[in-house]
């Protein structure tokens, strides 16, 4: 069965410095894997996807993240932190079309979530 | 460009009723989703639809009915709310062209649903 796991509940940062927020998948065959972001009181924001190409990927907000596809990860990184980017972090993976019957749609497998906390 | 809403954005309600909460895209999506948010669980879909007049079920569809008459509205109804439903709910529509692509799912701002 596909799944996504995000192993820490929490992410502290000092403004200014390097983030990281993981995420590990496990899916059937090549995946199509997302990052969103969720503020409080907020709905799910995009932030960026990969398709396939370049390993590395650059979204919204200055964020990127690095495709590995030998460790199966798919983690969001920011060189520089912001006070502002406290939020929760969701990574969601996706099969292929190509895996799937055409009406089952592209349904996302979510994670539990990270929360990120950068204090200034 | 009004994008994905949600009503009500908060209700309370008591256990047995019916409850039902709206969702409304102005893109013309073919694809729209609701899942419900709880601490521990992260997203978990309860249903979506391909297009009107289809849907199916997703992970957590017990207790839910959906309907899809018109394309931008996708609403959700708990037949006979249950403490166990008290969740935040979010609506998402993505647009799928074709088999190869990735298309990202938007997501209305939520509606936080508590059953006393």
């Known amino acids: 069965a596909q799944s996504v796991a995000q192993p820490e509940d929490q992410v502290n940062v000092a403004e200014g410095n390097p983030l990281t927020v993981k995420c590990t998948y496990s899916?059937?065959?090549?995946?199509?894997l997302f990052w969103y972001v969720q503020y409080p009181n907020r709905g799910l924001q995009f932030l960026l996807k990969y398709i396939t190409g370049d390993n590395l990927v650059k979204g919204s907000y200055g964020f990127e993240a690095e495709f590995n596809k030998s460790q199966t990860s798919f983690h969001l990184k920011k060189p520089s932190a912001l006070v502002s980017d406290s939020a929760l972090y969701f990574c969601?993976?996706?099969?292929?079309?190509?895996?799937?019957?055409?009406?089952?749609?592209?349904?996302?497998?979510f994670g539990q979530g990270t929360e990120l906390s950068v204090k200034p | 460009d009004a994008g994905i809403t949600q009503s009500p954005r908060y209700k309370i309600t008591e256990t047995g009723r019916q409850v039902t909460l709206m969702c409304h895209q102005t893109?013309?999506?073919?694809?729209m989703f609701w899942y419900r948010q709880d601490l521990g669980h992260g997203l978990r879909l309860i249903y979506y639809s391909a297009a009107a007049d289809i849907t199916d079920k997703g992970e957590v569809p017990d207790g839910y009915v959906v309907s899809r008459s018109k394309t931008e509205n996708f609403p959700l109804t708990l037949e006979s709310a249950t403490r166990s439903q008290t969740s935040v709910y979010f609506c998402?529509?993505?647009?799928?062209?074709?088999?190869?692509?990735?298309?990202?799912?938007?997501f209305g701002p939520g509606t936080r649903l508590t059953v006393l």
């Open positions: 969601a993976v996706r099969e292929r079309w190509d895996y799937m019957i055409y009406n089952q749609g592209g349904k996302l497998i």
């Open positions: 899916v059937s065959g090549n995946p199509y």
């Open positions: 893109w013309s999506h073919s694809y």
């Open positions: 998402a529509s993505s647009e799928s062209r074709d088999r190869s692509s990735a298309d990202t799912q938007y």
